[in-house]
């Protein structure tokens, strides 16, 4: 019913920057949460950020580096992420809370886009 699809990922150099968007289709009634998460190897999948309708949330390891935001197209958004580290390397989810159009709540996952940060 509702499928979210990433891109953006990549090869980067320390201190690089990345523009990972999200885009999320299907029947679509309203999103109340939009967010990144990022899975590295050995490491449980953890929140970079979101955004909701009281504004945005940041994980203390990217605060100052990251800025997500929503899409100038209708259902999309984006994280941005700069002076990126070899800890960055990971790879990253989009997720959204989607209310659907037969009014039903639910998270949905994106198939997830690698970032490795390295020289």
């Known amino acids: 019913q509702v499928r979210l699809v990433e891109s953006g990922g990549g090869l980067v150099q320390p201190g690089g920057s990345l523009r990972l968007s999200c885009a999320i289709s299907?029947?679509?009634?309203?999103?109340?949460?939009m967010g990144w998460y990022r899975q590295a190897p050995g490491k449980q999948r953890e929140l970079v950020a979101h955004i909701t309708e009281g504004g945005t949330n940041y994980a203390d390891s990217v605060k100052g580096r990251a800025t997500i935001s929503r899409g100038n197209a209708k259902n999309t958004f984006g994280l941005q992420i700069n002076s990126l580290k070899p800890e960055d390397t990971a790879v990253y989810y989009c997720?959204?809370?989607?209310?659907?159009?037969?009014?039903?709540?639910?998270?949905?996952w994106g198939q997830g886009t690698q970032v490795t940060v390295s020289s």
């Open positions: 997720n959204a809370h989607v209310i659907t159009t037969d009014l039903r709540g639910d998270d949905y």
């Open positions: 299907g029947s679509i009634f309203s999103i109340r949460v």
